[in-house]
């Protein structure tokens, strides 16, 4: 909930309160990107020395600071400053609750993968609605009331176990814990097909991601849609994107390859025709098509991934993170540096025939994926 829902202040301040424009907002969103490599490293290595308790106690504090400094000082350098450092924090605690969610009995994983994200969608439709509410009253008011629901969530977390071996052997430090990650990423760098999929997959989850960054502006300052509406509009798109999650659980036990790359087909494909028109409802609901099938991704993406990890998926959903990271940083760079030269409808449909034609090459990979290992993920030491 705190999640969608300071997304979306944090999109409204950056869009009305301080008339970004569009290549700022890629900027902006590069910048979260690259920032959340480096705080999965350290955090990784601090999680061991203290545990994940701890550790996500300093998290949780460390993102309701960013919020309340973002509002405290308003200006387009504080929010360059904040913005970065709360997607960071958010990328440790996402890493950490996709682990949690493949730690299951193998026969229980497709449920597993379906409860987890239909939940937290499910909850993340209270967000935007929570951001219309709060920014009514002011910005101020939206910002510290998402602090407070933060602070609200510690009382929870304290009902966690602590973990029994919360202290690495030999009393090693940070260093040497991000050392241990990184050397058990070393044989993931050999492994083709795991590398190819975190490649087009993170690459296409960016592509196809590029709405967030241009839509708003389209929404807000070309079609004349308010911030209240707006939020609306995002609230709306939790609940497709829930309704298509719950569907799709459904269907991946025998349909796992088909949902991870034909949503992305189809959400890219929504993106080129969010380009080629200018009306306000078509442009609400091809947005809330997009995001669903995005959405849709999420669950297929983990747990195929996951039969690929062989239960090393510590390391590998924190490589994947990175990976993604560093992709989402170029595909947005990108878009800061050419959106200017071709606006938005433009960049939209350039941003759309890509996603279309990587996806095409996704699907190509899986498919012969598939078929050369009887409908599994491919073995790892097929590598």
Not at 155 to 178: D, F, M, Q, R, W
Request: proline fraction near 4%.
């Amino acid at each position: 909930m705190v999640f969608s829902g300071l997304d979306v202040v944090f999109t409204v301040y950056a869009v009305e309160r301080l008339q970004l424009p569009a290549s700022d907002l890629a900027l902006l969103r590069s910048l979260r990107l690259i920032v959340s490599i480096p705080f999965i490293l350290v955090m990784g290595g601090v999680a061991d020395l203290w545990g994940t308790k701890k550790t996500a106690f300093a998290a949780i504090l460390m993102t309701a600071a960013a919020s309340v400094l973002t509002i405290a000082i308003p200006s387009k350098g504080t929010l360059f400053a904040t913005f970065p450092v709360y997607g960071g924090l958010t990328a440790i605690l996402l890493v950490s609750m996709n682990v949690i969610s493949q730690s299951v009995k193998d026969h229980l994983r497709n449920l597993s993968n379906t409860l987890y994200r239909s939940t937290f969608i499910g909850f993340a439709i209270a967000g935007p609605l929570c951001a219309g509410l709060l920014i009514s009253y002011g910005y101020l008011a939206a910002f510290l009331g998402f602090a407070a629901i933060l602070a609200v969530s510690l009382g929870a977390l304290s009902l966690y176990p602590e973990e029994k071996n919360a202290v690495p052997p030999h009393g090693e430090l940070p260093g040497k814990s991000v050392s241990r990650l990184i050397g058990s990423w070393s044989s993931l760098l050999h492994d083709k097909p795991m590398m190819t999929y975190m490649f087009l997959n993170g690459l296409l989850n960016h592509v196809v991601m590029v709405n967030l960054v241009l839509i708003p502006i389209k929404l807000m300052n070309e079609l004349g849609v308010s911030s209240r509406d707006f939020t609306l509009v995002m609230t709306l798109s939790s609940v497709t994107g829930l309704l298509f999650t719950v569907a799709a659980g459904f269907l991946m036990k025998k349909h796992l390859a088909k949902l991870v790359v034909v949503p992305m087909l189809l959400s890219a494909a929504s993106n080129l025709v969010l380009g080629l028109q200018a009306n306000v409802a078509l442009t609400i609901v091809l947005f809330m098509l997009s995001s669903a099938f995005y959405t849709v991704t999420m669950a297929p993406t983990s747990l195929w991934l996951s039969g690929m990890a062989k239960r090393q998926f510590g390391a590998v959903f924190s490589f994947f993170k990175i990976v993604s990271a560093g992709l989402g940083f170029l595909v947005s760079a990108v878009l800061s540096i050419v959106q200017p030269a071709l606006g938005i409808d433009r960049a939209l449909v350039a941003y759309g025939t890509f996603g279309l034609l990587a996806s095409l090459l996704f699907m190509r990979h899986i498919y012969r994926w598939q078929e050369a290992s009887g409908g599994q993920p491919p073995e790892r030491s097929q590598g």
